[in-house]
């Protein structure tokens, strides 16, 4: 069954605007992490935040962590254009973590508008 | 520091016929994972090398499906015959020993089947 799963689905804003993504998931993790995939590109790493972690920042970005509803929000504030891109949460789940391996939602498709 | 290199970039191919696809993961990472995604949907796991070793391989759909990581370095997914449904863009991750879950992912295979 599908693990992550992100709302929106798509977004569209206009440069200046602050992004707001959601993910949810269902099973318990030892992390999520955020990546971004610009059109025709691999996945870029963003953030990491650790099951203990309640929110964590890295430049625009602000991650928040609620393991209790089992959901994550992606803030990028002041958008850019170049900030176009499908971004998807992916978590590594608990289990023994022989393989660690992530397990990605749908993602959110961010436009921005110049 | 190169980063994870994946060959083809894009892929045409008929039904029935083979496809190989190449990953280059970052030097010095053990882990090596393969992910794909199919038609929009969410990046699914596919498998997990160790060194030369096949961690876990719960992700690949069927036996038309091979992977190798001879030597512990490079590693090649196969497909043969390959199906319709197999189109999409294929795409491999690598991480350190001990940091599993930080996954580098390459630019992606896009794999059309006609």
């Known amino acids: 069954s599908q693990q992550g799963e992100e709302d929106p689905q798509a977004l569209s804003i206009q440069e200046g605007e602050n992004a707001t993504m959601n993910c949810s998931y269902k099973t318990s993790i030892n992390n999520l992490q955020w990546y971004r995939q610009n059109s025709g590109r691999g996945l870029v790493h963003l953030i990491l935040i650790r099951s203990n972690e309640r929110e964590k920042h890295s430049g625009r970005l602000r991650v928040t962590l609620d393991t209790s509803k089992k959901s994550s929000s992606l803030l990028i504030t002041a958008s850019r254009a170049a900030d176009t891109a499908s971004y998807f949460c992916a978590t590594d789940a608990g289990y023994g973590g022989a393989t660690n391996k992530l397990i990605f939602g749908t993602g959110t498709l961010l436009a921005v508008q110049p | 520091e190169a980063g994870v290199t994946q060959f083809p970039s894009h892929s045409v191919i008929e039904k029935g016929q083979t496809v190989t696809l190449r990953c280059d993961p970052i030097s010095g990472h053990d882990n090596l994972y393969w992910y794909r995604r199919v038609m929009g949907k969410e990046i699914k796991f596919l498998l997990h090398?160790?060194?030369?070793?096949?961690?876990?391989e719960s992700g690949m759909p069927n036996n038309r499906f091979l992977a190798e990581r001879t030597g512990g370095t490079y590693s090649t997914l196969k497909v043969q015959p390959a199906e319709l449904e197999d189109s999409g863009v294929y795409f491999c991750a690598s991480s350190r020993p001990g940091v599993p879950y930080e996954q580098y992912f390459g630019p992606g295979t896009r794999l059309t089947v006609t």
């Open positions: 090398f160790v060194k030369e070793s096949k961690q876990d």
